[in-house]
Each structure stands twice: as structure tokens, then as C-alpha cells.
């Protein structure tokens, strides 16, 4: 079956070969030579298919995108961005986000896609936009992406390494209740990116990091050093203690803004996704460690 979004002989041109000469060529290049030749076409037509100016239409579905408004997998798909089917993390948006769907908010994906290609990009802000149908969603990108904009999709020029484009940006949105880092995912970038936004995030709000394996890439700015400190999963993982800072035990520690401001982390395949809200349900700590504190208080 035909993956969807994948051209068949018959629409790329150039690239049908009648049977015969397919059988050929198998014998000449082997099982091993075929299936490498198979794979290079298909890399082929997976780009001339992006290139195409069909790749930034909708498909249509019977009953029109309405009838998968709900369904934010649907939408991934029916809009062609890679939160669906290149990576699976729709679903975890559905559940983290779902609360929102009918409330006015205003939310901010890093990364509208495309890179320097002329008309390309936008398909998630346009996914948001039906999935949410009364936020106002904004995007940003180091490439102008102007074209995007319409009713209720706004971009921004900026660099997400840079802390005052970022301040810049958010100081002209106001509010931010929902920030999706999809940009250029190098540790330094978004680790400037989540010290400079989260501050920004209102209360109750949710910051996602996506395609977090490129911490884990040197090429990528990351490390091949599960312990670096200087990773975006470093940054990531150090929330998750922050959870708990009310049982450390070393005197005197002075908890961070993360620290006091994270209320819950959760860590899907190559997806952050993080709660902010007042971390302070207490501790027992003083009381079970009697011999360390001296007195139970
Ligand atoms: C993976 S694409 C975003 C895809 C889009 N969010 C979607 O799901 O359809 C990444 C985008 O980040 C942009 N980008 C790269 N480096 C950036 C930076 N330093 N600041 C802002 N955007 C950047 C690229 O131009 C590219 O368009």
C-alpha cells in the first residue's frame, strides 16, 4: 500500500520503469544492490514530494477538516507536519493540552518549518489553529515565514539563541500559556530558549521540547556523555530533581526558579513536556531524619 504523502511511479515523472527492465536490473545488481536502489528512490520521491506545491496543501478529507478537528493525530496528518508519523507526539499533546481546546490562550511554537525554502512551512501553527479554535497562535522561526500568516496565525523573525529577539517576541504575544521549542534543537539554543521563555510561561502553563535526541548528538551540539552538564537532557533531567527540592538535605540549599516553579516533567520518546505551577507541597524530611536534624519539628 502507498504510504500516504509518498508519490507513486505515475506522478513523479522521470521515475517509472516498466517491469522488464526493473527484473533486469534486479539480476544485474543482486538482492543487496535492489533493495539499496529501492530505498535511494524512495528518498528521492520523498523529496521531490515535499518540493511539490501540493506538499503544503491540506488533504482533502470527506466531511472537510472539521470532521477530525477533535483529533490532533488526524490533524498532524491531514496538515503534514512530522508531530505525526515522522515522530508520534500528537497523542501526548492531545492528553497534555486537550483541557484547552475550547479556551481562548495564546501559544508560541519556536520552529514553523520549511528552513530557507521559499512557501514552506506552517503546518503545525496550522494544525494548532484547527485543533484550538479560539487561541491565537504564533510562530517563530530564524527564517521569515510571513507567508503563514492569517486569521489568528502570527509569525515572528527570531533566533531562538538570542535571549532579547526571544524577550522581543514574547513582550509583542503578552501572555504565554503554551511554548513548543521545534527550532533548530541545539542544546545551547534550547536551553537559552527555556531559561529566557519559561520565566515568561504564566502559571498553570506547559513548555514542550521536542526531538530531544539531538542532546545525545556531538553534530548536533549535544553529547555523546549521558552525565554532560550542558545538554538540553542535563537541563531536562535537572527538573525532574528540582520536583523533589523540598527532600534535599544539603544545609542551606537555595531552591532555583525551576526548582519552585515545575510542577510535574513528563518524558516521552524524544518529547519533554513540562507543567509550571507552585512546587511547594512540603516535606516530612526533619521528622523521619530525627538523627541528622537532632529534634522532630
Ligand atoms: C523542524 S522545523 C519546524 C517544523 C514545524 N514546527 C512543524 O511541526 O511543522 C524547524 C524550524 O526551525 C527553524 N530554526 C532553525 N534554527 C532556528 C533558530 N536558531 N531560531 C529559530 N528558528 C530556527 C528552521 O528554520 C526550521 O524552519
Known sequence: MQRPGI??????????????VKQRVRAVVGERGWQTLRRTRRKVERRLAARSPQASKPIAKPGGVEAISDDLCKLARHYKTDKWGGHRYAQHYQRHLQ?????????????IGGYSRAGQGGASLRMWKQFFPKAEIY???????????EDRITTFVGDQSDPDSLRAIAEKIGQLDVIIDDGSHRSPHVRTSFETLFPLLVDGGIYAVED???????????SE???????SMALLKGLADGLNYEE????GYEPTYTDLNVVAVHFYHNLVIIEKGKNAEGTNKRRILKKRYGTAS
Not at 508519490?7 to 522488464?20: C, E, I, K, N, T
Not at 510562530?139 to 500568516?149: A, E, L, T
Not at 530531544?212 to 549535544?222: A, D, H, K, L, V
Open 225 to 231: 556523555d549521558l552525565n554532560a552538564p550542558n545538554t
Open 139 to 149: 510562530g517563530m522561526d530564524i527564517q521569515d515565514k510571513s507567508f503563514v500568516d
Open 99 to 111: 483541557h484547552l481546546k475550547n479556551e481562548r490562550f495564546n501559544l508560541l511554537e519556536i520552529g
Open 248 to 251: 534535599f538535605v544539603t544545609e
Open 7 to 20: 508519490l507513486s511511479d505515475r506522478h513523479v515523472s522521470g521515475l517509472s520503469v516498466p517491469p522488464a
Open 212 to 222: 530531544i535526541q539531538s542532546s545525545y548528538w556531538p553534530e548536533w551540539m549535544g
